[in-house]
């Protein structure tokens, strides 16, 4: 349209755009005036904001905002593309041929792919052009065009596949199709590299194409980006090596391969470097074999293809070691069985297996050799049947190591599986006949394969199995004792090893399985051993010496993006010598049990990639992937619109007052004021102190030294005058009356504030319960929980004993008191006991009336008195409660005024108010002198124990 | 949807219609409260010997001697006569004035369809009514700021002149700071729209001595419940503000939050003064408000 690659797919649409002046128009319509109220609480509320508002003349600026909004629209409805047609795309309605390569190497840059395919369909559903795809790596079937729409569904459920494409298969059904449609033009996105053992392909289909007319494009990166990873899953040694590998010089010079357990944790990594020209490069991983046994694949970072993952499977790996012992395996001291010092010496670097419990020998070799063990060990195992001794002779001719252990057994027996002669019997050394001390290890010789271990002097071989000394005895001998006899003998059989150790795998003969020294040699040992047996050789045995290999089935498999997951239904069972490259039938992965399994990976060692040779296509157009692409302008225009709308709601709002905080206030001043005060409100948010509380005047505040001098009742205020003042008076009276009877003569009482006042110097603290006050804050309540903790006692006085019902529902103060006391500690409580030390510490008291009389006194409970012990009359607990619970309104029966006179009725008679005085005294005394009054009972028995 | 209107400037001063319906008002308000008191024993009204140990003239009793007291208080010539100290007591005697005050700047004088009168007119009913029963219990009642405490039977129109008289209060919409003594009681009539510290300012102003009070709002329904719907534009009689508030009904939601605040603020400042708060809506009958604050009153009484 007009030279510039922009198209509109409903033109029509954009016949709206006449309508904008009239839209204008409506836009500018004034809201209706609003009505007049006389309203007097307005001046507590001029800074309320409007809620919704429309102004009476909407600003032009604004309004053009609102065009523009409504043109982005209309242009948007109208479906515009910029650059219609993907780079590839051929004018006409002949069918589209769209060849897409989807073997491992596209994975890299699958999302490239598929958007230059989609863009590919897309233009050719614009024409109304039927589409055909053929995935290259899929197998070959017939195919025939379809609608776009339907093309576009089948390219979405393509995949990159984790092998090789075979394209020469597809040569056929692209031939027979060009039959039917001749004109058709071929779009092939091409991964630019050239398969292993692949012919020509684009020759062919350049051929294919000439003969019947068809265009051809080719759209490829300009140099092929992939890497891939080339590597033996089976891998010997403790070094690990891999090959990374490129079809072309693609700048990807370097870097950095991983090795993964089975978890996909990372245990190593190795950077590569490949030089600028080169196509391979090497990488490798040196790393303890305890490591590189758990490591399961190797990947190069961030690559993220099938191709670039080596999988290493258990041949591999970890020797399997069998621990067969000939005597009788006492369960009932599994520490002392040799096969316990064996399997904790070897569990470091090898997979021990043991066999069930309760076989004989016989059974458990060969249980042992039916697991594919590549070390047999065999401690104190002494004559064999015929058909097990010929089973671990092939084992050991086949490669299989023998390792050992002298024993009682093996010194009685004849056995033909030890690399030496043995002499009958043993030597005994060092014990309570013999006149000689243990011998301890002579050094390594160099050629031994221990040497460079060092052997500790405080090894100690007490009896050993010796050998004739025949003359091959010093070449077959790994290491001896100090006087020249050999302790560890080997000799080879076959491809196999027989390693002896001439002690036994316990600590009766010697120290040496309780030293390091032997968990070196082990390992050392072992290290000797081949590759496992192998894999399928027993399965094979045990069909009778059938020639076809045991058939693996897939157990996990690589998508094309190198993810392991479940194997597809398409994939089937290798053999296990299986070492060819993964094809569609066998997709890379592991094959088999995890134990003995084998992995498949998906070049074989010794494939490399090549790059595509494009000579032979005549005449192709050639477009690069990362080429112009076709532009939805729809989404932009509709969220430019949105944009603007949400610009129009923001001026809205500010247009209403809602950034300036006050509406439109007509008179000037109060117009600054009304814009003055958020601002102002805001500061003082900011730097407000915490909201002013009724001051208390400082003279009721004795805090410090004043509060440290005297001992002083206290209360908290809580901020309701009328309850203050009573808790006050009351604690005056009951100040007065203790100064009148007891020795104790109290300062004025204390009224404290628990956000700012010390609580250390109070005995005693009386708390009020008022509802509707505010929940003290978390630091006072943490305040009073030290203060309980630290001896102090809290009367929390509910004054609800009227109102409260026994099984009703919580007076709002008990709601308020649980409240409160959720987050402190409380104690158990009991409503106090008759026998409690409470009622007893002054006065003889039942219960502790206030105003009122009938509500219950709870303390924390005390321990139940003895069961048997003689009664006493007073008990108590190792301190004081904490915390006193009343709902009788305490403080009001003590409150007298100024003169003496009470200043509260109280519920009962007279002798009530004097009842709540005895009470009050009692708990006061009992604060401050704790259980001193329960221990007098034991007066008379001190006086009688003192002679008087 | 309400109207509202704002009466007259002369309306707002107290004439004979409202001085007649004062008397009706005290005129049904029960004897109830009175006998209570009196049946109570612990209080009486106006300078009266209050039959119990106080500060007063007249002898009321002798009594031990408490550890602890001042020394001074002994009398020594009573105590002279045997071997223990006695102190002498007086009987307390003291006058007991209510002071009261009525709200009548330009704000009261406003009215809703809703309610049955203008606030102001409410007020001055509440207020005087409220003068001639406690005059009726023996009190001395005054104006505060304005006039004496008296007990003369006119109270009535004798406050109802010095309303009319002063014209300086038709402005003012907090009472003036006025110090009365301990054992007075402050009955504030108003309608309480103005910013809480204010309100704080001058209920401390009337609290000095720690006496009681009384804060009696009256309000007119629609400033509690604010029924209005579409564009609106608010007028403030007091302060000539007038304010867009847009859509009403929307407004509505956060004005009834303010209005709650404020309410919850004026009882905070009662209760942090011993004080009590009492609400009338102006579409309740005066009587409801003029029990309560008697109640009250005779409550307080009752704590000493």
Redesign the interface.
Known sequence: MFGIPLTFAAPLALAALVALPALWVLLRVT????????????????D??????TPARTPPWLLILRILAAACLILAVAGPVWNPGGIGAAAGREPLLLILDNGFVAAQDWRDRLRAATDEIEAAARDGRPVALVASAEAPAPFEARPPAAALERLRAIKPRPHLGDRDAHLASIGTFLERMPAASIVWISDGVRGVGETDFAKSLGDLASRHGSAVTVLKAERSPALALEGSPVQPGEKLSAQVLRAEANGRDAGLVRALDQKGLPLAESRFTLQPEAREASVSFDLPVELRNAIARLEIEGEHSAGAVVLMDERGKRRRVGLVFGGTLDQAQPLLAPTYYLAKALSPFADVQQPRAGQGTAESIGQMLDNQVSVLALADVGALDDRTLARVETFVEEGGLLLRFAGPRLAAGNDPLVPVRLRRGGRSLGGTLSWDRPKTLAAFAPESPFAGLNPPADIGVRRQILAEPDGDLPGKTWAALQDGTPIVTAGKRGQGLVVLFHVTADTTWSNLPLSGLFVDMLRRVVGLAGPSAKLGEGDGRQANGQAKAALLAPRLTLDGFGALGSPPASATAVPADFADRAGPEHPPGFYGTAEGGIAVNALAPGDRLRPLDLTGLKGARMGSLAGAETLDLRALLFSLALTLLALDTLAGLWL?GFFRGA?????GR?ATA?LLLPALLGLALVFAPPPAR?QEPPANRPNGIESALATRLAFVVT????TD?ASRAGLSGLS?ML??RTAL?PGEPAGLNLEKDELAFYPLIYWPIVAGRPQPSEAAIRKIDAFMRNGGTVIFDTRDAQTARANGPPTPETAYLRKMLATLEVPELEPVPPDHVLTKAFYLVDSFPGRLSTGQTWVETIPPAGEGGERRPARAGDGVTPIIITGNDLAAAWAV?R???P??PVTGDQRQREMAFRGGINIVIYTLTGNYKADQVHVPALLERLGQ | MAS???VEAESRRPGGAQTGGALALAEVMPRLVLESRRVSGTLAHGLHGRR???PGESFWQF?PF???EAAARIDWRRSARDDRLYVR?REWEAAHNIWIWIDRS???G?ASDLAQTSKVERALVLGLALADTFVEGGERVGLLGLTRASASRGIVETLAQALVDDRAGLMQDLPPPARPGRFDEVVLVS?F???LDRVREAVQANSVHGNRGHLVLVA?P??ETFP?T???????????????????G??G???RA??AA?RDGLSEIA?????TLTIHRTDRPASEAALRVLTLVAAARG??
């Open positions: 809201p209706p005036r609003p009505r007049r109220i006389h309203f007097p609480p307005l001046a507590l509320v001029a309320l904001l409007p809620k919704r508002e209403g509406g439109r206030v007509s008179r109060a009304a009724a901020g309701d005058a009328a003042a007065q100064a009148a003569e005024g003169n003496g006179e200043l509260y | 509202t209107r704002l119990r140990a106080g009594r408490v550890t602890g007591e330009a704000s009261m406003f309608d729209l103005t910013p007119d629609v400033e209005f579409g564009q609106a534009v608010l007028h403030d009689p007091e302060g000539g503000l007038s304010l867009d508030i847009g859509e009403a929307a407004w939601e956060a004005y303010r209005i404020h209760r942090q003064r011993g004080w704590l000493g």
